[in-house]
């Protein structure tokens, strides 16, 4: 694995010290609670943003709270394109070429054919509206497949399928997985983590890496826990090997060690 694909999350400690010693980048958790997007929020988050990106490589994880993208209720639906189109213009003001976001998933709620149908519109429409957006809201993306790229991330998908069936229906190059490995460990009703990765291929854009026993998301250091996460990443080197990875550690120190020791 190269180095130069490796961030750590702002939210774990250490992060920015261990980032100067092993030269990873930062993935910038600012705007994870939506309400950071509010008008009078805006001048300060985004100084705090560029601050953390400052001679670093970044990529940003956008907003998450209370947003399904594939709500019944329309107006639930225009407030995650809201601060979706937000977040995506503060990317474009750091020049930040891959997000991360949240598929809104929520068990029981929705059947699975539903969460596929919605999303697919969804997500074709947030590219389009990106692509389409006049400057200073959300500067136009480049040539499908170049400079930005939009990854859905899985939270409690208990199987990989659903999510790769929201991929492929929308058929773009600009929308990708994050495969977040600690989640799929907690939630999963079928097969491997690994197997998971196998399915989904080249789909992978970007992992989220952490560790679990298996029953509750814990974000533990990579080695505690019940993955596998040698065997995970010599996997995701074959499948998707474009990928990038983010340490989602609570505490980042030795994962952190144990990642650059294995980097090149």
């Known amino acids: 694995m190269e180095k130069d694909k490796i961030y750590i999350a702002t939210f774990s400690e250490g992060a920015e010290e261990a980032t100067e010693r092993y030269g990873f980048g930062l993935e910038l958790d600012h705007l994870c609670i939506s309400e950071n997007l509010n008008e009078e929020n805006w001048e300060k988050i985004t100084e705090e943003m560029t601050k953390a990106a400052a001679g670093r490589r970044i990529i940003v994880h956008g907003p998450f709270t209370e947003l399904i993208p594939c709500a019944i209720d329309e107006r639930a639906r225009e407030l995650a394109m809201k601060r979706h189109m937000e977040s995506i213009g503060i990317c474009r003001e750091l020049g930040v070429k891959k997000l991360i976001l949240h598929s809104g998933w929520i068990p029981s709620m929705y059947f699975p054919s539903w969460q596929v149908e919605r999303s697919v519109e969804y997500w074709k429409k947030l590219i389009a509206k990106a692509c389409a957006a006049p400057a200073g809201t959300a500067k136009a993306c480049a040539a499908p497949g170049e400079d930005f790229t939009i990854c859905v991330e899985n939270v409690f998908e208990p199987e990989p399928d659903t999510l790769i069936e929201i991929i492929d229906g929308v058929g773009d190059p600009r929308l990708k997985i994050c495969l977040d490995v600690g989640h799929a460990n907690a939630v999963k009703t079928t097969g491997t983590v690994e197997e998971w990765i196998e399915k989904m291929g080249e789909r992978i854009g970007h ?15 990579l080695t505690d826990g019940a993955l596998d996460m040698e065997r995970i990443l010599r996997l995701a080197e074959k499948r998707c090997p474009d990928a990038t990875y983010t340490i989602e550690s609570r505490k980042c120190g030795k994962s952190a060690a144990w990642l650059a020791a294995r980097a090149r």
């Open 207 to 221: 992992f989220h890496l952490h560790n679990n026993d298996g029953g509750s998301d814990s974000h533990g250091e």
